[in-house]
């Protein structure tokens, strides 16, 4: 994945079947729709664009595109209603030329493998004012996990959501009890669209494929995640950032999506990681690794500027890597272990 080594996750019909009728279901597909399939079906999320859409009777265009406007222009033609894109995507979808009138033909959109920042939110609703936006967050080990009706984007653009259907979302404290309602803990995932296992990986299988708590309302196996989340008081979910990612500062544990959504606000990059150095006295330092929108220098300048009056001092980055182009995975989202392993060698 976008993490890591790559592993293969074993689907049992039943999970793609139920993977399907919950996303038809509440994107409320129509057999009018035709949906534009960007993505590449060996990516969990790509693969169910065409199962869902066939799902509803509606009608699926694969596309293996060269430059954003082949998407605009691929709209167009085939009348689309119903587009699914990953956040680089979304990033360079939304800097092509749209015809009002081929924007409007937009229904819906969609949104996972990473989250939208309030501003691409913001942007996106302008562009594509005709459609309704889906965030959604999802495990390729458990399917989709929650979505965000388009009711409550405007109020809540940085939430994960809700739980789709057939699934079983839980915030899990490290003792394995229920975290209250604005407590950080661990998503854990059970219910049908579990996964069968890691292919031909037992030990890793038996690392993330678990019992499920014992006040889990399914039972039976759950995906442990790895990734810190928290419910609030209307119970949309809100990611914090995985475990295995968080920065580790002079003592404090920092979320790596905190510091790219602070770094993004602003407008002077495109795009960001953000991830920990080693570093002897502090244990680790705050890298950032971006795009810019225009000169580097002028928004490294501008950045520093506008984070010291926003951040506390122990979340201020230590350095800036600026890039023409962040790598991305087949999936076409941000290939973070590649970014991090290219700024330590």
């Not at 915030?171 to 890691?198: C, F, K, N, S, W």
């Not at 475990?243 to 602070?262: C, F, H, V």
């Not at 705050?286 to 580097?296: E, K, L, N």
Request: aromatic share 8%; with cysteine.
């Amino acid at each position: 994945g976008s993490t890591g080594r790559p592993k293969g996750v074993m689907l049992s019909h039943a999970n793609l079947w139920l993977g399907a009728i919950s996303v038809a279901h509440y994107l409320a597909l129509t057999p009018d729709d035709v949906t534009l399939c960007v993505l590449p079906f060996s990516f969990d999320y790509g693969q169910n664009q065409l199962f869902s859409s066939w799902a509803a009777g509606a009608r699926a265009v694969p596309l293996d595109y060269l430059t954003p406007q082949d998407v605009v222009k691929a709209v167009a033609r085939h009348d689309v209603t119903t587009l699914a894109g990953v956040p680089p995507l979304w990033a360079s979808l939304l800097e092509a030329a749209w015809p009002d009138d081929v924007a409007a033909r937009l229904r819906r959109v969609t949104n996972s493998g990473g989250a939208l920042t309030p501003a691409m939110v913001d942007r996106m609703r302008a562009r594509f004012a005709a459609a309704a936006i889906y965030p959604m967050y999802g495990l390729t080990e458990a399917f989709r996990s929650t979505y965000l009706p388009p009711a409550l984007v405007a109020a809540h653009p940085a939430s994960m959501g809700r739980a789709i259907p057939f699934a079983d979302v839980m915030v899990v404290r490290a003792d394995g009890t229920q975290a209250a309602m604005g407590e950080a803990g661990e998503l854990v995932h059970a219910g049908p669209l579990i996964a069968q296992g890691y292919w031909r990986d037992p030990a890793r299988t038996a690392e993330r494929f678990r019992p499920a708590p014992i006040w889990s309302a399914t039972g039976g196996i759950a995906v442990w995640s790895g990734d810190t989340v928290m419910q609030d008081a209307n119970g949309l979910f809100h990611f914090i950032g995985r475990a295995d990612e968080m920065i580790k500062s002079l003592g404090n544990r920092i979320s790596p999506t905190e510091i790219e959504e602070a770094v993004l606000r602003g407008g002077e990059v495109a795009e960001a990681v953000a991830y920990g150095r080693d570093d002897p006295a502090r244990g680790q330092v705050i890298v950032v690794a971006a795009r810019a929108q225009g000169d580097a220098s002028v928004a490294e300048q501008a950045l520093r500027k506008r984070l010291r009056a926003e951040l506390p001092n122990f979340m201020q980055p230590e350095a800036y890597e600026w890039h023409d182009a962040l790598p991305r995975n087949a999936n076409g989202k941000l290939d973070r272990a590649t970014i991090r392993q290219g700024m330590r060698s």
